[in-house]
């Protein structure tokens, strides 16, 4: 494996300070090193430096649009850059706005993707929806295709052209989805494996389903976008929106193991992480490990040794 590293530090998409502080306190948990240890070719890129925005007055209901957009912009340039230097790419967030930018820079370099968003959220509310007006709860909006009707124009975001498909997404760990997404994945059909087919399935039948699902059509890159909230907080508290009754360590790595043995990744998002939403050492060390652990699985790590 080949692997491009970029360091996505933003909070914009969000509330929270904090979560701007995920991608080095992930390197300094010693994700190169652990990656070469375990084969991998890996360069590190670096962290995207974002502009301050003044006056980001928030347009209806949607809050820092330009900060987020102007973010998203050079984050894409930067995934497509990765790409094209032939590396799946890692993008370590920062907050899940900054999925935006990063499939618009892996469809630029990719064309076709399918997309498999892990999360105990669904990210899917348009400005009109948006119960909180935070863009890390509406990133997937502004990439479908059969969305753009609803989205309006905002500063800093005419450079965004839908790239996704609804058939070629599928949802992982939802649990916590406002009734205005929910009618949106009814009426799009999206795919969606909530918490409650994980119970009823099991990991292993959903990951078998999923891949039968986006491979059923012609095969396409995979974009994987974990957002660290997906795992119960026993095991990653140290997030902004943390919901009860998520996946165990063990789901978490094993959707990883499952998507590294397709030989389709193509880039993988690792966000909200968030140290100042860990009440102690261990619950941030506890959150930024798995978060570490997932990466690794995604790039061949397999727990039999
Ligand atoms: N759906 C929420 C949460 C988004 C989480 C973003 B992620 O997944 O990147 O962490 C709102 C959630 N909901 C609001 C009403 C009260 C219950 C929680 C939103 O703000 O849109
Ligand atoms: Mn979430
Ligand atoms: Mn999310």
Avoid at 27 to 40: F, I, M, P, S
Avoid at 144 to 150: A, C, F, N, T, W
Avoid at 245 to 269: F, N, P
Wanted: net charge neutral.
């Amino acid at each position: 494996h080949s692997v491009g590293i970029i360091g996505a530090p933003f909070s914009k998409g969000q509330p929270r300070d904090g979560v701007e502080k995920g991608p080095d306190l992930i390197r300094a948990a010693g994700l190169v090193k652990k990656l070469k240890a375990q084969g991998c070719a890996v360069k590190d890129y670096g962290n995207v430096t974002f502009e301050e925005v003044a006056n980001d007055e928030p347009i209806g209901n949607v809050k820092r649009p330009r900060a987020v957009g102007s973010a998203n912009q050079r984050l894409s340039a930067a995934v497509h850059a990765v790409k094209n230097d032939g590396h799946t790419c890692v993008m370590l967030g920062g907050d899940h706005s900054l999925a935006i930018g990063s499939i618009q820079g892996h469809a630029a370099a990719k064309k076709d993707l399918s997309v498999v968003w892990v999360d105990a959220h669904a990210d899917i509310n348009t400005p009109l929806t948006s119960p909180t007006g935070n863009i890390h709860g509406q990133p997937m909006a502004y990439l479908i295709h059969e969305l753009q009707s609803k989205i309006p124009v905002l500063p800093n975001f005419s450079w965004i052209k839908p790239c996704v498909s609804a058939k070629d997404i599928v949802y992982i760990g939802l649990r916590d989805v406002d009734p205005e997404e929910h009618h949106i994945l009814k009426l799009l059909g999206i795919k969606v494996y909530s918490m409650t087919e994980v119970d009823r399935l099991g990991i292993a039948k959903v990951m078998e389903e999923t891949c039968d699902y986006i491979f059923s059509k012609v095969k396409k890159p995979i974009h994987l976008s974990y957002d660290i909230d997906a795992l119960d907080p026993s095991i990653s508290p140290a997030t902004g929106t943390p919901v009860v009754g998520g996946l165990t360590y063990r789901e978490g790595i094993y959707i990883t193991e499952h998507i590294c043995q397709t030989g389709l990744l193509s880039a993988v998002d690792m966000v909200e992480v968030n140290p100042k939403r860990g009440r102690t050492e261990d619950e941030i060390s506890s959150t930024v490990s798995a978060a570490v652990d997932l990466i690794r699985g995604c790039f061949g790590k397999l727990r039999e040794g």
